[in-house]
C-alpha cells in the first residue's frame, strides 16, 4: 500500500531550566495511507479584487497542478472548495459526486482558545493598493486541474466532514488562500476542523497572506505570510511543505 510520510512542524510553549517560558518547535513525523489523506484546495479563484492577490495565486499554480498530480497518482482524494462558486459547478461531476454522498451530522465543536492574528489586515490586507472589496470569482482558477472522474469539490464544511467521517480519512492537508482569512475561518477549513476533532494539517509553501506592510507588523508580504503560518503552528495545527507529497 503507497503511503505519504509527513513531516510536521508545530511550536509549543515551555521552559528552560531556569523557569524561562519560550517557545519551542517540535517536528514530528507521521506516516498516513495514500487512500486516507485528503488534500483541501481552498478559494484559489478565478480572479479577486485585489491584483497582487491575483498575482500570487498565478505563481502558486503550476506548482500545485504538479503536488496535485503526484498525490493524486499515489491515491490522496483532492476536494475543490472554492467558496461561492456551487452554483457553476452544479452540474459538474465532482460536485455531483460530493452531494450525493450521505450525510453525517457533525459533532459539537470542541472548546479551542482563539488568539489574535499577528498581522493586522483591517485595511482588507491588500499591498497594491486596493481597499474596496467585491466578488471578483466566479469559479476556481482554470488552470487548477480538476480529475473530473476522481475528485469532489464543495465549500460546505459538513459536507466536506461527512466524506472524510464516511471513508475513515485519517489526514486532512490544506492549501490556497488566504492563510489568515479562508484558510483559517471558512466552514471546512483549519479551525472548524480543529473544533471537529479532524487531523488537518497546512501545506506551508502553498498558501498566500492577505497583508499589506504599510500595517503593523510593518514586515514584508512574505514576512507576513510567515507569521501568519507560525501563528497557526503555535495556536491550531502542524504545518509541512509540500515536497512531502512529491
Not at 92 to 104: D, F, G, T
Not at 137 to 155: F, G, K, N, Y
Request: proline content about 6%.
Amino acid at each position: 500500500m503507497s503511503t505519504f510520510t509527513l513531516n510536521l512542524r508545530q511550536w509549543h510553549l515551555t521552559q528552560d531550566d531556569g523557569g524561562h517560558t519560550y517557545w519551542q518547535e517540535k517536528a514530528m513525523t507521521r506516516t498516513v495511507p495514500a487512500n486516507k489523506l485528503v488534500i483541501l484546495i481552498c478559494d484559489m479563484w478565478d480572479n479577486h479584487w485585489s491584483r497582487g492577490a491575483v498575482e500570487r495565486e498565478a505563481a502558486m499554480i503550476p506548482h500545485m497542478n504538479r503536488v496535485l498530480a503526484a498525490a493524486r497518482a499515489q491515491g490522496a482524494q483532492i476536494i475543490h472548495a472554492p467558496s461561492e462558486t456551487m452554483d457553476f459547478y452544479a452540474h459538474h461531476p465532482a460536485r455531483q459526486r460530493m452531494v450525493a454522498l450521505p450525510s453525517i451530522t457533525p459533532p459539537a465543536g470542541l472548546a479551542h482558545a482563539d488568539p489574535p492574528l499577528p498581522v493586522d489586515a483591517s485595511d482588507q490586507g491588500s499591498d497594491t493598493g486596493e481597499t474596496t472589496t467585491y466578488k471578483a470569482w466566479r469559479c476556481q482558477h482554470p488552470a487548477v486541474e480538476i480529475d473530473d472522474a476522481r475528485d469532489l469539490i464543495s465549500d460546505k464544511g459538513s459536507e466536506i466532514y461527512s466524506y472524510l467521517e464516511a471513508n475513515r480519512m485519517e489526514q486532512a492537508l490544506i492549501m490556497g488562500v488566504h492563510t489568515n482569512m479562508c484558510i483559517l475561518n471558512r466552514s471546512f477549513a483549519i479551525k472548524q476542523m480543529v473544533k471537529w476533532g479532524v487531523n488537518i494539517a497546512l501545506v506551508r509553501d502553498l498558501t498566500d497572506t492577505m497583508y499589506n506592510p504599510a500595517m503593523p507588523p510593518y514586515v514584508s508580504h512574505d514576512e507576513g505570510t510567515r507569521l501568519v503560518v507560525e501563528y497557526i503552528e503555535k495556536f491550531w495545527c502542524p504545518s509541512l511543505l509540500s515536497a512531502d507529497l512529491l
